[in-house]
């Protein structure tokens, strides 16, 4: 006889605390198998890149380390999702499956309308519970801070995992023989670059108590825009979020409580804003999911920008000749992370210096985060890109960030060694070397390090003369009005629809 059993499926939710489809499915009381599954999709997402499959994967075994009877319910494998519930449909009884949400690109979003044709077919029901605070099928943002706040403040989702009831092991055996990971994934997947911060449960508690217990965040406000020191100041708990580790409200709580005694309170609510800010992008995506694509105003469609592939090329291999834009891209392929204001300034050179579309970078930029999360990526580089039309247009200077944000060029010496010896103003601007200095310091600008590809003063002015004009047309204000709608507090109108209202 088929087994009648509840499938628990975990996506960007790698955690055993505060996991409220997981305290459901347990709950429950059936046999539970849980489920993660490395899907075929990922690898024709072009936004997508192996040191995400690898974070994902490194959870896993974080969740395996801490809890090993819990994680003998839990299933890892490899293919199609939609092949794998079937199969699981073929041989067991799926009374229900349980999930978070998933805010994620068009191609996850088709995989989850072709599953639900699939459960509805076969009646099984899918109670998919939301994740952060991001509500689905939102026509605007009524009442939106309200709920955010009030989820916030909501107990913590335990699990009784003692409780869990295992399915029968035929069951699993059988999967695993058909969809287990194969030994040269398995190969890949293991790879941890030790550039790469720690990933998983375990190193998000620790940095999170430590974040919060020795005060790092002292000088959140005055490190959060320094390339260099933003790194150890700044909470780097954005990879835990992306893959699940923690959840945004385990963080808010617990920083609710350290801002009683805090002597830095400044600081501390500094942070705590960016946790809204987070579930507040997400929230857009999730309303307006054609952003991986199309721009959020589409008058700005119709903006002139010819592709040039040699300077996108020069953008992504750190070789513009501008030492703050290479430093942050070499940065940020090696280690994964960058700080927010560099993201914004790498974005703004793609778009505003070589007035590059911003569909040319944002795949780019998306594989080598290891915090990649759609729901704020796009929304994000839009905005820096300056085609929201709602958005002040930032069209930052490459020289007087560098100057002002890296003012020992601490970042600018550790990711660009081939400018580490000159003197601290020809780290900032080689350029500036006569032919004297260069040979002095055996430093030869075109050899060593790359001449300018654009001259910014041009092609700045050039930027802000078009975006500013473009922005004062009735076409993009008309836009902007649908868009201040739908998408912020201050304007409602409730006839507004929403594309994305889909339900299990
Ligand atoms: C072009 C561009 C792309 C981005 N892509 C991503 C992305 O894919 N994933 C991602 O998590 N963040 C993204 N960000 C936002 C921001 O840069 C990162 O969240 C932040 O740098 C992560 O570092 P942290 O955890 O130390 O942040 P902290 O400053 O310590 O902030 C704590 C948390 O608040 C949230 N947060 C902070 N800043 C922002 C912001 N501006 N918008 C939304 N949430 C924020 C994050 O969850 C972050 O972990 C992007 C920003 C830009 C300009």
Redo the contacts with the bound molecule.
Sequence with gaps: MKEALNLIWFKRDLRWQDHAPLKLAIADGLPLLGLFIFEDFNSQDPSWSLRHWQAQYHSLVDMQATNKEAFNGILVLEGDSHEIFSEIAEHCVIKGIYSYQETGEDLSYQRDKKLTKLFTEKGILWKELEQNAVQRGRRNRAAWDENWRNFMSQDLDKPNLPAWQYCRPSVKSHLKSKFGISTLLQKRLKNWPTNFQKIGESAAQFRLEDYLTHKIYRN?GAH?GMPHE?RSN?????PF??WGNLS?RQVYQRSIRELENSPFPRDLRA?IS??H??S??VQKFEMEESMEFENLNPAFDSLQKETKPALVQAWQNGQTGYPLIDACMRAVKETG????RM??V??SFLCHQLWQNWQEGASF??QQ?L????G??YP??QM?SGCTGINTIRIYNPVKQSLEKDPEAKFISEWLPELRELPLAFKHQPWMMTAMEQSFYNFELGRDYPHRIVDIYESGAYARDVLWAFRKSAWVRNENQKILVKHTTAIRDPQQRSKKIMQP
């Design positions: 959140y959060i933003s700044c909470s780097r708990l954005s979020f992306a945004i942070f960016r946790l800010w987070h507040h992008f992370y960058l700080n927010f993201r914004a790498l974005v930029l998306a985060f915090d990649y999360i759609p704020i990526h994000q580089f820096q």
